[in-house]
Protein backbone atom coordinates (compact mmCIF):
# COMPACT_ATOMS: atom_id res chain seq x y z
CA UNK A 1 0.00 0.00 0.00
CA UNK A 2 1.50 3.34 -0.60
CA UNK A 3 0.09 6.26 1.42
CA UNK A 4 -1.65 9.47 0.04
CA UNK A 5 -2.79 13.03 1.26
CA UNK A 6 -6.63 13.25 0.56
CA UNK A 7 -8.67 15.86 0.59
CA UNK A 8 -12.01 15.29 0.64
CA UNK A 9 -15.11 18.20 0.30
CA UNK A 10 -17.83 17.70 1.94
CA UNK A 11 -18.82 15.51 5.22
CA UNK A 12 -21.71 14.52 5.03
CA UNK A 13 -23.17 9.94 4.59
CA UNK A 14 -20.65 9.52 1.73
CA UNK A 15 -17.69 12.14 2.63
CA UNK A 16 -17.48 11.19 6.33
CA UNK A 17 -17.48 7.02 5.38
CA UNK A 18 -15.07 8.04 2.60
CA UNK A 19 -12.67 9.45 5.26
CA UNK A 20 -13.21 6.69 7.49
CA UNK A 21 -12.56 3.81 4.81
CA UNK A 22 -9.23 6.24 3.38
CA UNK A 23 -7.87 6.33 7.38
CA UNK A 24 -8.64 2.74 7.84
CA UNK A 25 -6.04 1.73 4.66
CA UNK A 26 -3.76 3.91 5.76
CA UNK A 27 -3.97 7.45 3.75
CA UNK A 28 -3.98 10.73 5.57
CA UNK A 29 -7.13 12.78 5.08
CA UNK A 30 -8.18 16.10 5.59
CA UNK A 31 -12.18 16.56 5.49
CA UNK A 32 -13.88 20.08 4.62
CA UNK A 33 -17.56 20.57 5.58
CA UNK A 34 -19.18 23.86 4.61
CA UNK A 35 -21.84 23.20 7.75
CA UNK A 36 -21.10 22.97 11.17
CA UNK A 37 -20.42 20.14 13.28
CA UNK A 38 -23.87 17.90 12.70
CA UNK A 39 -22.47 16.29 16.36
CA UNK A 40 -22.55 19.28 18.36
CA UNK A 41 -26.17 20.20 17.44
CA UNK A 42 -29.05 19.71 19.01
CA UNK A 43 -30.86 16.71 18.99
CA UNK A 44 -34.41 17.07 18.95
CA UNK A 45 -35.39 13.46 19.78
CA UNK A 46 -38.55 12.28 17.24
CA UNK A 47 -37.59 14.82 14.65
CA UNK A 48 -35.54 12.13 13.05
CA UNK A 49 -35.16 12.16 9.27
CA UNK A 50 -34.33 8.39 8.21
CA UNK A 51 -33.51 6.63 5.43
CA UNK A 52 -33.60 3.18 4.14
CA UNK A 53 -29.87 1.06 4.31
CA UNK A 54 -29.91 -2.00 2.24
CA UNK A 55 -26.80 -4.25 1.20
CA UNK A 56 -25.33 -2.19 -0.66
CA UNK A 57 -24.85 0.41 2.03
CA UNK A 58 -24.23 -2.41 4.87
CA UNK A 59 -21.54 -3.97 2.91
CA UNK A 60 -19.48 -0.62 3.35
CA UNK A 61 -19.87 0.34 6.89
CA UNK A 62 -19.07 -4.14 7.24
CA UNK A 63 -15.37 -3.33 5.62
CA UNK A 64 -15.17 -0.22 8.22
CA UNK A 65 -16.44 -2.39 11.66
CA UNK A 66 -19.45 -0.28 11.68
CA UNK A 67 -22.40 -2.71 10.38
CA UNK A 68 -23.64 -4.02 13.41
CA UNK A 69 -23.74 -0.76 14.91
CA UNK A 70 -26.08 1.03 11.78
CA UNK A 71 -28.72 -2.55 12.30
CA UNK A 72 -28.67 -1.88 16.36
CA UNK A 73 -30.08 1.74 15.58
CA UNK A 74 -32.47 0.77 13.00
CA UNK A 75 -36.19 -1.03 12.10
CA UNK A 76 -35.91 -3.69 9.85
CA UNK A 77 -38.45 -3.28 6.92
CA UNK A 78 -39.49 -6.52 5.61
CA UNK A 79 -42.09 -4.58 2.85
CA UNK A 80 -44.34 -2.37 2.33
CA UNK A 81 -47.78 -1.32 3.75
CA UNK A 82 -50.28 -0.33 1.73
CA UNK A 83 -52.76 2.29 2.92
CA UNK A 84 -55.48 2.47 0.57
CA UNK A 85 -58.06 5.57 0.15
CA UNK A 86 -60.52 3.46 2.97
CA UNK A 87 -57.79 2.85 5.04
CA UNK A 88 -57.87 -0.93 3.93
CA UNK A 89 -54.19 -2.24 4.33
CA UNK A 90 -52.07 -4.87 2.34
CA UNK A 91 -49.04 -5.94 3.22
CA UNK A 92 -46.22 -6.61 0.44
CA UNK A 93 -43.03 -8.66 0.97
CA UNK A 94 -39.96 -7.05 -0.47
CA UNK A 95 -38.52 -10.24 -1.11
CA UNK A 96 -39.41 -14.39 -1.13
CA UNK A 97 -36.44 -14.69 0.83
CA UNK A 98 -37.55 -14.35 4.42
CA UNK A 99 -34.16 -13.08 5.61
CA UNK A 100 -34.25 -10.03 3.13
CA UNK A 101 -34.94 -6.71 5.33
CA UNK A 102 -34.03 -3.16 4.44
CA UNK A 103 -33.40 -0.95 7.46
CA UNK A 104 -34.93 2.40 8.59
CA UNK A 105 -31.83 4.47 10.15
CA UNK A 106 -32.00 7.90 11.10
CA UNK A 107 -29.48 10.13 8.83
CA UNK A 108 -28.17 12.46 11.64
CA UNK A 109 -27.63 9.71 13.83
CA UNK A 110 -25.22 7.69 11.24
CA UNK A 111 -23.60 10.86 10.11
CA UNK A 112 -22.45 11.46 13.49
CA UNK A 113 -21.30 7.58 14.40
CA UNK A 114 -19.49 8.26 10.69
CA UNK A 115 -17.75 11.81 11.82
CA UNK A 116 -16.94 10.17 15.36
CA UNK A 117 -15.53 6.99 14.09
CA UNK A 118 -13.30 9.42 11.49
CA UNK A 119 -12.28 11.78 14.04
CA UNK A 120 -10.98 8.91 16.44
CA UNK A 121 -8.38 7.91 13.99
CA UNK A 122 -4.66 10.07 13.81
CA UNK A 123 -4.95 10.28 10.06
CA UNK A 124 -7.85 12.11 9.86
CA UNK A 125 -8.45 15.89 10.46
CA UNK A 126 -11.79 17.71 10.42
CA UNK A 127 -12.40 20.92 9.45
CA UNK A 128 -15.53 22.62 9.87
CA UNK A 129 -17.41 25.86 8.33
CA UNK A 130 -15.09 25.38 5.51
CA UNK A 131 -17.18 26.15 2.37
CA UNK A 132 -15.58 24.93 -0.93
CA UNK A 133 -15.50 27.60 -3.84
CA UNK A 134 -13.40 25.69 -6.33
CA UNK A 135 -10.76 23.07 -7.44
CA UNK A 136 -7.88 23.11 -9.15
CA UNK A 137 -7.90 19.35 -11.20
CA UNK A 138 -3.53 20.56 -12.19
CA UNK A 139 -2.56 21.79 -9.34
CA UNK A 140 -4.28 19.35 -7.36
CA UNK A 141 -5.81 22.20 -5.04
CA UNK A 142 -9.44 23.04 -3.13
CA UNK A 143 -9.75 26.62 -2.39
CA UNK A 144 -12.26 27.14 0.80
CA UNK A 145 -13.50 29.96 3.00
CA UNK A 146 -13.60 29.95 6.32
CA UNK A 147 -17.32 31.28 7.13
CA UNK A 148 -16.71 32.24 10.05
CA UNK A 149 -13.57 34.11 9.67
CA UNK A 150 -13.75 35.27 6.05
CA UNK A 151 -10.24 34.01 5.62
CA UNK A 152 -9.80 31.62 2.40
CA UNK A 153 -7.06 28.39 2.51
CA UNK A 154 -6.13 26.32 -0.41
CA UNK A 155 -5.54 23.26 0.61
CA UNK A 156 -3.79 20.12 -1.41
CA UNK A 157 -3.39 16.65 -2.28
CA UNK A 158 -2.54 13.62 -4.11
CA UNK A 159 -6.37 13.21 -4.18
CA UNK A 160 -9.16 15.38 -4.20
CA UNK A 161 -12.60 13.63 -3.71
CA UNK A 162 -15.88 15.89 -4.36
CA UNK A 163 -18.36 14.30 -1.29
CA UNK A 164 -19.92 17.69 -1.50
CA UNK A 165 -23.86 16.49 -2.69
CA UNK A 166 -25.95 17.54 -5.55
CA UNK A 167 -25.29 21.20 -6.18
CA UNK A 168 -21.06 20.06 -5.88
CA UNK A 169 -18.92 22.84 -5.74
CA UNK A 170 -15.88 20.52 -7.12
CA UNK A 171 -18.15 19.13 -9.53
CA UNK A 172 -19.22 22.85 -11.01
CA UNK A 173 -15.33 23.72 -11.20
CA UNK A 174 -14.80 20.37 -13.29
CA UNK A 175 -17.37 21.32 -15.50
CA UNK A 176 -15.75 24.92 -16.83
CA UNK A 177 -12.78 22.11 -18.43
CA UNK A 178 -13.30 20.43 -21.70
CA UNK A 179 -15.50 18.02 -22.42
CA UNK A 180 -17.30 17.84 -19.17
CA UNK A 181 -20.91 16.39 -19.63
CA UNK A 182 -23.64 17.26 -17.17
CA UNK A 183 -27.20 17.07 -17.21
CA UNK A 184 -29.93 17.89 -14.14
CA UNK A 185 -33.29 16.94 -14.02
CA UNK A 186 -35.97 18.38 -11.53
CA UNK A 187 -39.44 16.19 -10.88
CA UNK A 188 -42.30 17.68 -11.44
CA UNK A 189 -42.95 16.94 -7.23
CA UNK A 190 -41.53 18.27 -4.31
CA UNK A 191 -41.81 16.84 -0.80
CA UNK A 192 -42.29 17.51 2.24
CA UNK A 193 -41.81 15.98 5.62
CA UNK A 194 -44.47 14.89 8.30
CA UNK A 195 -43.13 13.89 12.62
CA UNK A 196 -45.60 10.86 13.41
CA UNK A 197 -45.24 10.83 17.11
CA UNK A 198 -45.31 7.23 18.90
CA UNK A 199 -48.22 6.22 21.08
CA UNK A 200 -48.06 5.94 24.97
CA UNK A 201 -44.87 4.49 26.09
CA UNK A 202 -42.83 4.38 22.85
CA UNK A 203 -45.44 1.97 21.07
CA UNK A 204 -45.91 1.91 17.65
CA UNK A 205 -49.02 2.91 16.47
CA UNK A 206 -48.90 1.29 12.91
CA UNK A 207 -46.68 -1.49 11.67
CA UNK A 208 -43.71 -1.09 12.86
CA UNK A 209 -41.84 -3.58 10.54
CA UNK A 210 -42.64 -1.60 7.00
CA UNK A 211 -42.42 1.31 5.22
CA UNK A 212 -45.74 2.38 4.72
CA UNK A 213 -47.23 3.84 1.74
CA UNK A 214 -50.05 5.72 0.92
CA UNK A 215 -50.57 5.43 -3.39
CA UNK A 216 -52.33 7.79 -4.60
CA UNK A 217 -51.56 7.84 -8.52
CA UNK A 218 -50.02 10.99 -8.95
CA UNK A 219 -49.50 11.96 -5.61
CA UNK A 220 -48.49 10.02 -2.13
CA UNK A 221 -47.08 9.56 1.05
CA UNK A 222 -44.96 7.47 2.89
CA UNK A 223 -43.30 6.52 6.15
CA UNK A 224 -40.54 4.28 7.65
CA UNK A 225 -40.27 3.40 11.23
CA UNK A 226 -37.77 5.50 14.03
CA UNK A 227 -36.77 2.85 16.98
CA UNK A 228 -38.38 5.48 19.21
CA UNK A 229 -42.10 4.18 17.96
CA UNK A 230 -42.54 7.60 16.28
CA UNK A 231 -42.44 7.69 11.93
CA UNK A 232 -41.00 10.04 9.21
CA UNK A 233 -43.78 10.70 6.97
CA UNK A 234 -42.80 12.08 3.47
CA UNK A 235 -45.77 13.18 1.07
CA UNK A 236 -44.39 13.50 -2.32
CA UNK A 237 -46.76 15.42 -4.00
CA UNK A 238 -46.79 18.04 -7.23
CA UNK A 239 -45.33 21.01 -6.57
CA UNK A 240 -47.93 23.02 -8.49
CA UNK A 241 -51.45 22.43 -9.87
CA UNK A 242 -54.17 19.80 -9.20
CA UNK A 243 -53.23 17.75 -5.68
CA UNK A 244 -49.88 19.82 -5.29
CA UNK A 245 -48.79 21.47 -2.03
CA UNK A 246 -49.11 24.84 -3.70
CA UNK A 247 -53.17 24.46 -3.24
CA UNK A 248 -53.41 24.10 0.82
CA UNK A 249 -53.13 27.42 2.09
CA UNK A 250 -54.90 26.50 6.07
CA UNK A 251 -54.75 24.09 8.81
CA UNK A 252 -58.41 22.93 8.25
CA UNK A 253 -57.69 23.24 4.80
CA UNK A 254 -54.67 20.82 4.86
CA UNK A 255 -56.55 18.49 7.66
CA UNK A 256 -59.86 17.99 5.38
CA UNK A 257 -57.76 17.15 2.34
CA UNK A 258 -55.77 14.44 4.32
CA UNK A 259 -59.01 13.27 5.61
CA UNK A 260 -60.20 12.53 1.84
CA UNK A 261 -56.88 11.17 0.62
CA UNK A 262 -55.54 9.67 3.71
CA UNK A 263 -58.34 9.33 6.18
CA UNK A 264 -55.48 7.62 8.83
CA UNK A 265 -53.29 9.98 8.83
CA UNK A 266 -55.18 13.05 10.99
CA UNK A 267 -55.21 10.55 13.72
CA UNK A 268 -51.49 9.68 13.84
CA UNK A 269 -50.57 13.78 13.54
CA UNK A 270 -52.55 15.71 16.02
CA UNK A 271 -50.72 19.05 14.64
CA UNK A 272 -51.04 18.07 11.21
CA UNK A 273 -51.67 21.47 9.79
CA UNK A 274 -49.87 23.38 11.93
CA UNK A 275 -46.52 20.99 10.83
CA UNK A 276 -47.58 20.98 7.11
CA UNK A 277 -47.90 24.68 7.19
CA UNK A 278 -44.63 25.23 8.66
CA UNK A 279 -42.66 23.06 6.72
CA UNK A 280 -41.48 24.41 2.69
CA UNK A 281 -41.82 21.19 0.20
CA UNK A 282 -38.67 20.82 -1.14
CA UNK A 283 -37.71 19.59 -4.66
CA UNK A 284 -35.96 16.62 -6.16
CA UNK A 285 -33.47 16.54 -8.68
CA UNK A 286 -31.68 13.76 -11.08
CA UNK A 287 -27.90 14.73 -11.97
CA UNK A 288 -26.06 12.95 -14.50
CA UNK A 289 -22.47 13.52 -15.10
CA UNK A 290 -18.99 12.29 -16.90
CA UNK A 291 -16.38 12.15 -16.84
CA UNK A 292 -15.97 11.29 -12.82
CA UNK A 293 -12.52 11.58 -12.56
CA UNK A 294 -10.55 14.75 -13.77
CA UNK A 295 -6.71 14.35 -13.24
CA UNK A 296 -6.52 14.17 -9.25
CA UNK A 297 -10.27 14.70 -8.64
CA UNK A 298 -12.56 12.21 -8.45
CA UNK A 299 -16.51 12.55 -7.32
CA UNK A 300 -18.13 9.97 -5.27
CA UNK A 301 -22.05 9.95 -4.08
CA UNK A 302 -24.48 12.79 -4.55
CA UNK A 303 -22.20 15.05 -6.32
CA UNK A 304 -21.25 12.56 -8.93
CA UNK A 305 -25.00 10.52 -8.98
CA UNK A 306 -27.86 12.61 -7.15
CA UNK A 307 -30.78 10.16 -7.90
CA UNK A 308 -34.66 10.66 -6.69
CA UNK A 309 -34.96 8.34 -3.52
CA UNK A 310 -37.65 6.31 -4.47
CA UNK A 311 -35.41 3.23 -4.65
CA UNK A 312 -34.16 4.18 -1.44
CA UNK A 313 -30.32 3.92 -3.00
CA UNK A 314 -28.94 7.15 -2.92
CA UNK A 315 -26.38 6.69 -0.23
CA UNK A 316 -26.64 2.83 -0.87
CA UNK A 317 -24.82 3.56 -4.14
CA UNK A 318 -22.85 6.47 -2.51
CA UNK A 319 -21.64 4.43 0.06
CA UNK A 320 -20.92 1.26 -2.35
CA UNK A 321 -19.00 3.71 -4.31
CA UNK A 322 -16.09 4.70 -1.49
CA UNK A 323 -16.25 0.36 -1.02
CA UNK A 324 -14.82 0.11 -4.92
CA UNK A 325 -12.81 3.21 -4.98
CA UNK A 326 -11.06 2.00 -1.72
CA UNK A 327 -10.64 -1.31 -3.34
CA UNK A 328 -9.28 0.30 -6.64
CA UNK A 329 -6.85 1.81 -4.80
CA UNK A 330 -5.92 -0.73 -2.89
CA UNK A 331 -5.80 -2.91 -5.91
CA UNK A 332 -3.73 -0.70 -7.44
CA UNK A 333 -0.62 0.48 -4.73
CA UNK A 334 1.33 3.50 -6.26
CA UNK A 335 -0.48 3.87 -9.43
CA UNK A 336 -3.15 6.56 -8.57
CA UNK A 337 -4.15 7.15 -12.43
CA UNK A 338 -4.66 3.15 -12.29
CA UNK A 339 -7.20 3.21 -9.59
CA UNK A 340 -9.14 5.97 -10.43
CA UNK A 341 -9.74 4.87 -14.34
CA UNK A 342 -10.93 1.50 -12.85
CA UNK A 343 -13.00 3.44 -10.38
CA UNK A 344 -14.88 5.16 -12.97
CA UNK A 345 -14.99 2.32 -15.38
CA UNK A 346 -17.02 0.34 -12.50
CA UNK A 347 -19.28 2.92 -11.56
CA UNK A 348 -20.19 5.91 -13.64
CA UNK A 349 -22.44 3.46 -15.92
CA UNK A 350 -23.70 2.04 -12.92
CA UNK A 351 -24.67 5.39 -11.06
CA UNK A 352 -26.56 6.76 -14.52
CA UNK A 353 -28.47 3.25 -14.17
CA UNK A 354 -29.64 3.76 -10.54
CA UNK A 355 -31.09 7.30 -11.87
CA UNK A 356 -33.12 5.44 -14.32
CA UNK A 357 -34.72 2.49 -11.68
CA UNK A 358 -35.10 5.64 -9.15
CA UNK A 359 -37.08 7.33 -11.61
CA UNK A 360 -39.28 4.09 -12.45
CA UNK A 361 -39.97 3.18 -9.11
CA UNK A 362 -41.51 6.58 -8.53
CA UNK A 363 -43.81 5.31 -11.12
CA UNK A 364 -44.54 2.00 -9.52
CA UNK A 365 -44.85 3.36 -5.74
CA UNK A 366 -46.97 6.46 -6.53
CA UNK A 367 -49.56 4.59 -8.74
CA UNK A 368 -48.81 0.60 -9.70
CA UNK A 369 -48.19 -1.06 -6.27
CA UNK A 370 -51.74 -0.20 -5.37
CA UNK A 371 -53.34 -2.57 -8.35
CA UNK A 372 -54.43 -5.89 -7.51
CA UNK A 373 -52.36 -7.33 -10.89
CA UNK A 374 -49.34 -5.36 -9.53
CA UNK A 375 -49.79 -7.83 -6.29
CA UNK A 376 -50.64 -10.88 -8.19
CA UNK A 377 -46.84 -10.15 -9.94
CA UNK A 378 -45.19 -9.15 -6.97
CA UNK A 379 -46.64 -12.03 -5.20
CA UNK A 380 -45.43 -15.06 -8.74
CA UNK A 381 -42.48 -13.26 -8.61
CA UNK A 382 -41.31 -14.08 -4.87
CA UNK A 383 -43.07 -17.37 -5.47
CA UNK A 384 -40.27 -17.83 -8.45
CA UNK A 385 -38.14 -16.55 -6.39
CA UNK A 386 -38.87 -19.67 -3.68
CA UNK A 387 -38.82 -21.85 -5.87
CA UNK A 388 -36.23 -21.34 -8.17
CA UNK A 389 -33.77 -19.60 -5.78
CA UNK A 390 -30.59 -20.37 -8.36
CA UNK A 391 -31.97 -18.56 -11.41
CA UNK A 392 -34.78 -16.45 -10.54
CA UNK A 393 -34.03 -13.16 -9.23
CA UNK A 394 -36.60 -10.31 -8.86
CA UNK A 395 -35.04 -6.71 -9.89
CA UNK A 396 -35.89 -5.23 -6.35
CA UNK A 397 -33.86 -7.76 -4.85
CA UNK A 398 -30.82 -7.91 -6.80
CA UNK A 399 -30.49 -4.37 -6.15
CA UNK A 400 -31.71 -4.05 -2.31
CA UNK A 401 -30.47 -7.01 -1.63
CA UNK A 402 -27.00 -7.79 -3.51
CA UNK A 403 -23.72 -6.17 -4.41
CA UNK A 404 -24.67 -6.96 -7.72
CA UNK A 405 -23.75 -4.13 -9.98
CA UNK A 406 -26.62 -1.98 -11.06
CA UNK A 407 -26.14 -2.29 -14.98
CA UNK A 408 -25.66 -5.97 -14.18
CA UNK A 409 -28.84 -6.53 -12.61
CA UNK A 410 -31.05 -4.97 -15.41
CA UNK A 411 -29.36 -6.89 -17.46
CA UNK A 412 -30.12 -10.36 -15.59
CA UNK A 413 -34.21 -8.96 -14.72
CA UNK A 414 -34.51 -8.07 -19.07
CA UNK A 415 -33.49 -12.23 -19.40
CA UNK A 416 -35.43 -13.07 -16.73
CA UNK A 417 -38.33 -11.43 -18.15
CA UNK A 418 -37.81 -12.36 -21.94
CA UNK A 419 -37.33 -16.26 -20.60
CA UNK A 420 -40.63 -16.00 -18.59
CA UNK A 421 -42.36 -14.16 -21.51
CA UNK A 422 -41.32 -17.29 -24.26
CA UNK A 423 -42.30 -19.80 -21.66
CA UNK A 424 -45.97 -18.47 -20.84
CA UNK A 425 -46.11 -18.38 -24.58
CA UNK A 426 -44.77 -21.84 -24.77
CA UNK A 427 -46.86 -23.33 -22.10
CA UNK A 428 -50.25 -21.37 -23.68
CA UNK A 429 -49.75 -22.64 -26.54
CA UNK A 430 -49.15 -26.24 -25.29
CA UNK A 431 -52.35 -25.58 -23.50
CA UNK A 432 -54.31 -24.41 -26.91
CA UNK A 433 -53.15 -27.28 -28.36
CA UNK A 434 -54.18 -29.96 -25.80
CA UNK A 435 -57.33 -28.81 -25.54
CA UNK A 436 -57.70 -28.54 -29.50
CA UNK A 437 -56.26 -32.05 -29.86
CA UNK A 438 -58.88 -33.39 -26.74
CA UNK A 439 -61.46 -31.88 -28.52
CA UNK A 440 -60.59 -33.02 -32.35
CA UNK A 441 -60.03 -36.77 -30.95
CA UNK A 442 -63.39 -36.94 -28.47
C1 LIG B 1 -36.43 12.64 0.78
C2 LIG B 1 -35.21 11.80 0.55
C3 LIG B 1 -35.21 10.49 0.97
C4 LIG B 1 -34.08 9.69 0.75
N1 LIG B 1 -34.13 8.38 1.14
C5 LIG B 1 -33.07 7.59 0.91
C6 LIG B 1 -33.09 6.23 1.31
O1 LIG B 1 -34.08 5.74 1.87
N2 LIG B 1 -31.99 5.46 1.07
C7 LIG B 1 -30.89 5.96 0.43
O2 LIG B 1 -29.92 5.20 0.22
N3 LIG B 1 -30.84 7.25 0.04
C8 LIG B 1 -31.89 8.08 0.26
N4 LIG B 1 -31.84 9.38 -0.11
C9 LIG B 1 -30.64 9.89 -0.80
C10 LIG B 1 -29.57 10.28 0.21
O3 LIG B 1 -30.08 11.24 1.10
C11 LIG B 1 -28.38 10.86 -0.53
O4 LIG B 1 -28.02 10.04 -1.60
C12 LIG B 1 -27.19 11.00 0.41
O5 LIG B 1 -27.49 11.89 1.45
C13 LIG B 1 -25.98 11.50 -0.37
O6 LIG B 1 -24.92 11.69 0.52
P1 LIG B 1 -23.72 12.62 0.10
O7 LIG B 1 -22.81 12.63 1.27
O8 LIG B 1 -23.19 12.20 -1.22
O9 LIG B 1 -24.37 14.06 -0.13
P2 LIG B 1 -25.04 15.00 0.97
O10 LIG B 1 -25.81 14.22 1.95
O11 LIG B 1 -25.75 16.07 0.21
O12 LIG B 1 -23.80 15.64 1.73
C14 LIG B 1 -22.98 16.59 1.12
C15 LIG B 1 -22.22 17.33 2.20
O13 LIG B 1 -21.36 18.27 1.57
C16 LIG B 1 -21.48 19.53 2.21
N5 LIG B 1 -21.20 20.56 1.21
C17 LIG B 1 -21.99 20.96 0.19
N6 LIG B 1 -21.39 21.93 -0.51
C18 LIG B 1 -20.19 22.13 0.07
C19 LIG B 1 -19.11 23.02 -0.21
N7 LIG B 1 -19.15 23.89 -1.21
N8 LIG B 1 -18.01 22.96 0.58
C20 LIG B 1 -17.94 22.07 1.63
N9 LIG B 1 -18.95 21.23 1.94
C21 LIG B 1 -20.05 21.25 1.17
C22 LIG B 1 -22.92 19.57 2.71
O14 LIG B 1 -23.08 20.49 3.77
C23 LIG B 1 -23.13 18.13 3.12
O15 LIG B 1 -22.76 17.90 4.45
C24 LIG B 1 -32.94 10.21 0.10
C25 LIG B 1 -32.94 11.55 -0.32
C26 LIG B 1 -34.07 12.33 -0.10
C27 LIG B 1 -34.05 13.75 -0.57
Same mark, same amino acid.
Given at each position: MSARSVVIVGGGLTGALAALSLARDGHRVQLYERRGDIREAEVVRGRSINLAISTRGLTALERVGLKETALEISVPMRGRQMHDPSSRLSFQR? *?????DKIYSISRGELNRILLAEADRSDLVTLHFHHRCIETDSDQSSVTFIDDRSGDQIVASGDLIIG?????SAVRSSLMIGDRFDYQQDYLSHGYLELYIPPGP????????NALHIWPRNTFMMIALPNDDGSFTGTCFWPLDGQYSFDQLKDPDQVRRFFQKW????PDLVPDLGEQFLAAQPSSLVTVRCRPWVVGNTVLIGDAAHAVVPFYGQGMNAGFEDVRILCECLEAHPGNQKAALVSYEELRIDNGHAIAGLALDNFHEMQDHVASRWFLWTKKFSNLLQKILPGWYRPLYSMVS? *???PYTEAIEIHRKQQRVLKYSLIIILAALIGAVFWIVRNR
Open positions: Y *SGNEDADGAFEGAFRIEKFPDVF *SNT
